[in-house]
């Protein structure tokens, strides 16, 4: 699908407004919110995660799982998406690449580089803003 400079610039600035909005959410440890930026069918596949986690309050589970871990433990976490690449498809959907790094933060520490991954995302438009329909995290390095 071909189309023109200004359309993949506004639609790549709302992308990369929605993952701003999205992990930002994850890193205050808003997980109900965060997962409801994924369809109520949503994936998430990650390398390290033997099955993906399957619709919306199953992602978020997991999700609440591993922020109480990090609470528990004193682990600040942050999440930098960038290089975001967004691809409009025939069907409605866009496709959108990314990088993310994850920097784990101790208390009273340092940040500290944790994971360096790409990102790749089947998005759909919803009320005007983004939901995520599939997600697949690689890690560089294990996957």
């Known amino acids: 699908m071909s189309i023109d400079t200004d359309t993949?610039?506004?639609?790549t600035a709302?992308?990369?407004a929605f993952y701003a909005a999205q992990m930002q959410l994850l890193d205050a440890g808003r997980v109900e919110?965060?997962?409801g930026t994924f369809t109520e069918d949503g994936v998430f596949a990650a390398g390290g995660i033997p099955e993906p986690a399957r619709g919306r309050s199953t992602i978020e589970a997991g999700?609440?799982?591993?922020a109480e871990q990090f609470d528990r433990a004193g682990i600040t976490r942050r999440h930098w998406l960038g290089m975001v690449d967004a691809q409009p498809q025939d069907d409605g959907t866009v496709r959108a690449r990314s990088y993310a790094l994850v920097y784990e933060i101790p208390?009273?520490?340092d940040p500290i580089l944790r994971r360096s991954t790409t990102c790749d995302d089947v998005l759909v438009?919803?009320?005007g803003s983004w939901l995520?329909?599939?997600r697949t995290v690689v890690r560089d390095g294990l996957d």
């Open 8 to 11: 993949t610039t506004r639609l």
């Open 14 to 16: 709302s992308v990369q």
């Open 33 to 35: 919110a965060w997962a």
């Open 63 to 66: 999700a609440r799982g591993v």
């Open 107 to 109: 208390e009273g520490g």
């Open 125 to 127: 438009q919803d009320s």
């Open 132 to 134: 995520v329909r599939h």
